[in-house]
């Protein structure tokens, strides 16, 4: 069984392949529980805007 901090790091991992270094601060906003053992995450974060 994979845990929630291990969930985690798998989806900051493929927010880096799709948006590259610039990804920061990765925020859990919440789980919702599909069934016993599927689970939806909803997970946020920034990428800077380098034009400011």
Not at 20 to 33: H, K, M, W
Not at 37 to 43: G, K, L, Q
Request: charged share 35%; no cysteine.
């Amino acid at each position: 069984m994979v845990t929630v901090k291990e969930s985690l790091e798998q989806i900051k991992g493929q927010f880096l392949d799709l948006f590259g270094s610039d990804v920061t601060d990765v925020r859990l906003e919440e789980i919702n529980e599909k069934d016993e053992n599927e689970y939806y995450f909803t997970v946020s974060f920034l990428i800077p805007n380098k034009d400011a």
